[in-house]
């Protein structure tokens, strides 16, 4: 058991005797109101059991000769209670709005002294009954295999509700908390290695719901929570036992809202990379801490403004990824912010950047795929406009042949100038393309031999079947017809192509 251990140096009257002298040492109960817990003439220590924590403990100690001539002591012990915090209230989140929780923070693994555990079974479980409105119950002393380990008075045990080693949950009914306080102890394989529930490891906080919902249970401010706490004890037979340790009697009263709730820190290590092919801007960050939240359950939220600030209600969830690809249009520039968000809807600080497109980019038209296919582009063509100056090597397609697999396909690629709408001079031709055999369908990379440079304007990709008379055909996936703003297809060739300009 736990203890309070007294100790003193010997003492003699003023003859310089020894043998006469008493000690005592008594606990105060009231004011001017002791209990007599110890008196001696040749012992010089004491230990007192102690089965209660978070608690003062008042002690008086006197020497006495035996004239009646005496001197005392009067001392505080102050015994620190297993966790640094218990909180008790309504579940504020949306998807658990008719729970009740118990908040619990704690300091080190193990919390609860491991009087039994540390000499033979290496810390591996240890338990937690909590009561509702009452003093824990010192009587249920064991928490047994038979019994679910559960205690064997239920009165006034407040049952409670977790996921376990082997079922996620959401969990059963429950009238202890059987931690596992490492990895290895909740392997599965039977027994509490299957039934309890893994100690968070990597912040000290937890979260613990009720078995009973806003409507089975009426809470008010005069409703409280006190705690016993057990060490696992015992292993045999097909046993395996926890002992109390000790009980907390500290009255956690239910609380009308969420305690006090640190905010998660700004996340760091933002960086941007630009993907001109597909003109998306990718977001990476290091991950962000929180003192009282889990880390690993911290979520993240994006915001891309085209303002200098970022808007409060342009935030936007990008779940637990430390990264994430964002299409970005040209001519905007943009302020680029991430930050992380807790479990409660604390949100940290941004950290933001300013971002802009860079220097000579070339913006691609938007192509949208309407799940059919056309006939050969024999001379059609697609319009496009570039509104910068732009150097192209080459142009991405995605091609399907007309006779699917299994022969080859062959086509090139012109880069043609705009005559009034119209298809006008050759700019470029590119290197031909094959298809193989055993592919239907592709995305051709034309390369032109020398690349081009060309000033802000509308332009033609104009594909072209390969001449030779052994290849088939090759077609454009779209539909014929539509018209866009950033460009359209001509008569006898596929509309909406997916390309891109590769600069």
Not at 94 to 103: M, R, V
Not at 158 to 179: E, H
Request: aromatic share 12%.
């Amino acid at each position: 058991t736990m203890s309070i251990d007294f100790s003193w140096d010997q003492s003699s009257d003023v003859r310089g005797a020894t043998s006469t002298v008493i000690y005592r040492l008594e606990e105060k109960l009231a004011v001017d109101s002791y209990n007599a817990l110890f008196d001696s003439t040749s012992v010089f220590y004491h230990s007192i059991p102690l089965r209660e924590v978070a608690k003062t403990y008042d002690y008086r100690f006197s020497v006495r000769d035996e004239e009646g001539l005496q001197s005392v002591t009067e001392s505080a012990v102050a015994v620190p209670g297993f966790l640094d915090a218990l909180h008790f209230y309504r579940d504020p989140r949306s998807a658990f709005s008719t729970q009740y929780l118990l908040d619990l923070s704690y300091g080190n693994i193990p919390f609860v002294s491991p009087i039994y555990s540390s000499s033979s079974y290496e810390n591996s479980w240890q338990a937690i009954v909590f009561y509702l409105n009452g003093a824990p119950n010192s009587g249920n002393f064991t928490l047994a295999t038979a019994n679910s380990h559960w205690p064997e008075n239920n009165m006034g045990v407040l049952p409670i509700r977790y996921d376990t080693c082997i079922d996620p949950g959401p969990g059963t009914t429950q009238f202890s908390l059987k931690l596992a306080l490492s990895s290895a102890s909740c392997s599965g394989g039977g027994g509490l290695s299957s039934d309890s529930w893994l100690l968070p490891q990597e912040d000290p906080t937890f979260y613990l719901p009720l078995a009973s919902s806003t409507a089975d249970l009426s809470l008010s401010s005069n409703d409280y929570v006190t705690a016993a706490f057990y060490d696992f004890s015992y292993a045999g037979g097909g046993a395996q036992n926890f002992s109390l340790v000790a009980v907390d009697e500290t009255h956690h009263y239910f609380e009308s809202g969420v305690p006090v709730k640190n905010s998660p820190v700004a996340p760091s290590g933002l960086t941007m990379s630009f993907d001109e092919d597909y003109s998306r801007l990718d977001l990476s960050w290091a991950a962000s801490t929180d003192p009282d939240s889990i880390d690993s359950g911290l979520t993240y939220q994006i915001n891309l403004s085209t303002s200098t600030e970022l808007g409060s209600d342009a935030w936007i969830s990008n779940g637990i990824a430390l990264s994430t690809s964002s299409a970005v249009v040209y001519g905007n520039s943009y302020t680029v912010g991430v930050r992380a968000m807790d479990e409660f809807g604390n949100t940290s600080g941004p950290a933001s950047q300013a971002w802009s497109f860079p220097a000579g980019y070339s913006p691609l038209p938007a192509q949208v795929e309407h799940g059919f296919w056309v006939g050969r582009a024999t001379g059609g063509g697609q319009r496009i406009l570039l509104s910068a100056t732009s150097t192209i090597s080459g142009v991405n397609m995605w091609i399907k042949k007309d006779e699917g697999s299994y022969c080859c396909s062959a086509s090139y690629l012109e880069l043609r100038a705009d005559n009034s709408d119209a298809i006008g001079d050759l700019l470029a031709t590119s290197d031909e393309i094959r298809i193989e055999a055993g592919i239907s369908e592709q995305e051709n990379q034309y390369t032109f031999p020398a690349s081009v440079e060309l000033g802000p304007g509308y332009y033609w990709l104009v594909p072209w079947n390969s001449e030779d008379s052994n290849l088939n055909g090759n077609v454009v996936r779209g539909s014929e017809g539509d018209n866009y703003a950033d460009g359209y297809w001509s008569t006898n060739a596929g509309a909406d192509a997916y390309f891109r300009l590769r600069r």
